[in-house]
DNA sequence: GTTTAGCTGACAGGAAGCTGAACGGCAAAG
DNA sequence: CTTTGCCGTTCAGCTTCCTGTCAGCTAAAC
């Protein structure tokens, strides 16, 4: 599940992007409300995570006017307060949960659990690449010969790609992606998968970038 | 929206009553878990609202064979308490959401509100998996051989297949769904149960994703 | 032509998953 | 009360396929 994070405390936001990356979701961190906006512009989420004490900006109006131009994505409010008027103000702005901080990193999860359950069986958004089909949140692929699967290293290299269209993806930064902080690996791994994607979604997907990294194609 | 009130205080219960009718609702009020038993063996709810301090059993025990029977109506919980590892169990046992008493009717209003909003149009008892038709709510599935009986346990990870469509869902997950929160099982029990899911679904039903979860197959 | 970066087929090792078998618990049947 | 059969769980051995590595190759840069 792809999760937007708004949250500008580094330490909060850190750890709860760490707790939601432990259960397998795929979150993304912005530290304000602009930055926000550029994400999801770009990129379909399907949880966003919303504190509301943000620099440049009232959480709530942010959320309204997310709700009146027709999204429909879940909104979990994160705030400090918890003052009932503003309980319910978030409510009506149109989110779909509220949790006040300090709050359990478990109960996160578990709320975050209650979200995927409920929203269950609606369509995930898709992103169209060419002839492919993604589906980031269940992790598959439709080509025009049916399904394709990718294996667990795979998928990662793809989505690091698909996450920043028309930018260059460094191969370090691939691996930050794929390995912990420390252990590095000191081969042509990366290549490899890229020659493993190339063979299965097809020669155009992934461009390289001669020194500099590669690039998702336009095909 | 018809909504069962699971309640045994007179006074709040009568007063949410009061509000949910006020909304435009339909409610019904049950003071024991036995009488709300009854009311559900003969009428379908949109909602249920439980009460967790209940004179003749526990509420979290109530909601749990109520999901093991394969009920989807939302539950929203309502308690005095406010330890989190009792959210974290109300959660996880299959609640959509949870209210701490003392609670604003309003704040009770605007959420049922997004239940409402949520749960708009639900109808299908009636789901088609290839040559396989299953009757979520009667737990009978009908095969090209007719019918196909399946235990507890496979009946359980069958469904939590069947709720996300094309969704991967981990391991874990389906821990989540069948054991309570504290206690793990240490063994390969799932794969167990996908084996015999597939043995008598056959094989395409479910499909593998190494390292992720499993799949509803599209046969 | 030489150098350099990147590509790819092959492969060993291991992790993840599969499944037949067995065992204890429990409930229905006798 | 005993028997029977089903169910949930565990285990062991097997199979599958993912991963990281290397070697030799291709293609771009100069």
Redesign the pocket.
């Known amino acids: 599940m792809r999760i937007l994070l708004i949250e500008d405390d580094p330490g909060l936001g850190g750890a709860v992007r760490d707790q939601i990356a432990a259960e397998g979701h795929v979150p993304d961190l912005a530290p304000t409300l602009a930055y926000a906006r550029d994400l999801l512009a770009t990129m379909p989420y399907d949880l966003i995570l919303l504190d509301l004490g943000l620099p440049d900006g009232r959480g709530i109006d942010f959320l309204r006017s997310l709700r009146a131009k027709g999204s429909v994505t879940p909104v979990m409010i994160l705030t400090a307060h918890d003052r009932i008027t503003e309980r319910i103000e978030g409510l009506n702005a149109g989110a779909d949960d509220y949790m006040v901080k300090p709050f359990d990193l478990a109960e996160l999860s578990a709320r975050i659990a209650a979200v995927a359950r409920r929203y269950a069986g609606n369509p995930n958004p898709l992103i169209t690449l060419g002839r492919l089909e993604i589906d980031l949140a269940a992790h598959a692929i439709h080509g025009p010969e049916g399904q394709i ?1 990718l ?4 998928w990662i290299i793809f989505e690091a790609l698909l996450q920043r269209p028309g930018q260059i993806v460094s ?1 370090s930064q691939i691996e930050d992606q ?2 912990a902080f420390d252990s590095e ?12 994607l ?2 299965k979604l097809g ?1 155009d997907v ?1 461009q ?7 690039r998702l194609g336009t095909p």
């Open positions: 699967d294996s667990q290293r795979e191969k794929i390995y690996v000191e081969s042509n791994t990366i290549e490899v998968y890229v020659s493993r190339r063979k020669k992934v390289t970038l001669r020194g500099l990294g590669y």
